[in-house]
């Protein structure tokens, strides 16, 4: 459309799952998305737990996610996902499935995953959220295992987040790994998001 650049990017910022269906050649049919779309879906068909893993990954930051965040919570993980995070080597294949299809880059800080690969992947997901989060403290109900990616990042967050860092200064380097994906799952929140606005507003008072 020879859309003026600045243009452009107000639009990437608003409309952003809509430009990426667009931009067909004369050519080819491909777009944005279905660059990625194809991978995912080979993806799928070998190793869900990848898939689940890669739609968790797309609600967090465009930073290193630390591994830990998964295998030290995996039971708030859907399934098969919950089981392989809690299998070292079962989860190392996971990784390498979607390192192997570039979906991922494994750092030593842990996964990275580029913000427009997070942007296609999100577009896939429906708009509507379950119920309100639980604490792993309490009984975890079957319903945890078909909750959104989006409540599962948050759930994740929620239990890795330390409650208390005034005076606590061995607990600021988790947050200072952690704040930038709070603040990337804490944006994606809004009015038609009801059920995860308790734990995002958690979420954003420790963040504070």
Do not use: M
């Not at 020879?2 to 491909?30: C, F, K, M, V």
């Not at 630390?66 to 990784?95: K, M």
């Amino acid at each position: 459309a020879q859309l003026p650049g600045q243009e452009y990017l107000e639009l990437l910022h608003s409309r952003a799952s809509d430009l990426y269906t667009r931009g067909r050649t004369a050519t080819r049919e491909e777009t944005i998305a279905t660059l990625w779309d194809v991978s995912v879906e080979r993806v799928n068909s070998e190793n869900l737990a990848a898939v689940q893993l890669l739609s968790v990954c797309s609600y967090l930051a465009p930073e290193p996610i630390p591994l830990d965040l998964f295998t030290t919570y995996s039971g708030l993980l859907p399934e098969p996902l919950s089981a392989a995070a809690a299998d070292q080597l079962t989860f190392t294949d996971t990784i390498a499935v979607l390192v192997d299809y570039s979906l991922v880059k494994r750092t030593p800080s842990g996964l990275q995953i580029h913000r427009l690969v997070q942007a296609t992947i999100r577009a896939r997901h429906p708009r509507s959220h379950p119920g309100p989060l639980r604490h792993t403290s309490e009984a975890i109900p079957p319903l945890i295992r078909s909750r959104s990616p989006l409540a599962t990042a948050l759930a994740l967050l929620k239990e890795a987040a330390p409650p208390t860092i005034v005076g606590v200064p061995s607990e600021w380097p988790q947050w200072e790994t952690l704040l930038p994906h709070v603040l990337a799952v804490s944006s994606h929140y809004n009015d038609t998001l009801p059920a995860i606005g308790r734990e995002t507003a958690y979420l954003l008072a420790l963040a504070a």
